[in-house]
């Protein structure tokens, strides 16, 4: 089992930025692989951007050249730096992990799930 906890969500003018975390613990595997995923008010969940540990990333195509996804692995710990934050980038983070392959921003694919932390972009 993997415990996921995420931090640093909040509310923001639009153009502003934020810093996600989201802190692993328990029995974390040697290949895992993490991400963010975003669910708005009424619309399915979907991928911002994930990496695994070898260095791979990918990004949705609407957070491309604004978001940048990190991974410390001496810390355990997932970030998102978030700039540049639009309106349409409102909703409830989610912290993701798994061990399997495939395509890094399937929701599908991922076992383990945060609680979630709210972002509200917003004049």
């Known amino acids: 089992q993997v415990q996921l906890v995420e931090s640093g969500g909040g509310s923001v003018q639009p153009g502003g930025s934020l810093r996600l975390s989201c802190a692993a613990s328990?029995?974390?595997?040697?290949?895992?692989?993490m991400g963010w995923f975003r669910q708005a008010p009424g619309k399915e969940r979907e991928g911002v951007a994930a990496?695994?540990?070898?260095?791979?990333?990918n990004y949705a195509d609407s957070v491309k050249g604004r978001f940048t996804i990190s991974l410390d692995n001496a810390k355990n710990t997932l970030y998102l730096q978030m700039n540049s934050l639009k309106p349409e980038g409102t909703g409830m983070y989610y912290c993701?992990?798994?061990?399997?392959?495939?395509?890094?921003?399937?929701?599908?694919?991922?076992?383990?799930w945060g609680q979630g932390t709210q972002v509200t972009v917003s004049s």
């Open positions: 993701a992990a798994r061990s399997g392959p495939g395509y890094l921003l399937d929701v599908d694919s991922y076992t383990f």
């Open positions: 990496i695994d540990i070898w260095g791979t990333i």
């Open positions: 328990g029995s974390i595997p040697s290949s895992i692989r």
